[in-house]
């Protein structure tokens, strides 16, 4: 089992910053790949940004393109979502979640049931 928690949950001006973070425990951190989604009000839960296991491979949904930053810190057992630009769409519950990188190829990973751990989220609100 791995267990996620998310921090860094906020209320921010559009145009302004934030950081989530996501702390593993559990198992080798090292051995998943890491994703973060987010559900806003009455929507469904969206794929937002993805980082391979080395943390050598990143990819974004095209709304959060150039704004947003995933990076890990494997000898921390951490993954990190910063936000930068952020606009009142970008309001959701933020979740971290990992799959085992041996199950990871360059397509599937905005898939959220490919994810084989959640973390409960962490609420972002972006004021207009």
């Known amino acids: 089992q791995v267990q996620l928690i998310e921090s860094g949950e906020g209320l921010v001006q559009a145009g302004g910053s934030l950081r989530l973070s996501c702390a593993a425990s559990?198992?080798?951190?090292?051995?998943?790949?890491m994703g973060w989604f987010r559900q806003a009000p009455g929507k469904e839960r969206e794929f937002v940004a993805f980082?391979?296991?080395?943390?050598?491979?990143?990819y974004y949904t095209n709304s959060v393109k150039g704004r947003f930053t995933i990076s890990r810190d494997n000898a921390k057992d951490t993954v990190y979502l910063q936000m930068s630009s952020l606009k009142p769409e970008d309001t959701a519950i933020y979740y971290c979640?990992?799959?085992?990188?041996?199950?990871?190829?360059?397509?599937?990973?905005?898939?959220?049931?490919?994810?084989?751990?959640w973390g409960k989220g962490t609420q972002v609100t972006v004021s207009s």
């Open positions: 980082v391979s296991w080395s943390g050598g491979s990143t």
């Open positions: 979640a990992a799959v085992n990188r041996w199950k990871t190829t360059a397509t599937n990973y905005m898939n959220e049931f490919l994810y084989d751990y």
């Open positions: 559990g198992r080798t951190f090292s051995n998943y790949a």
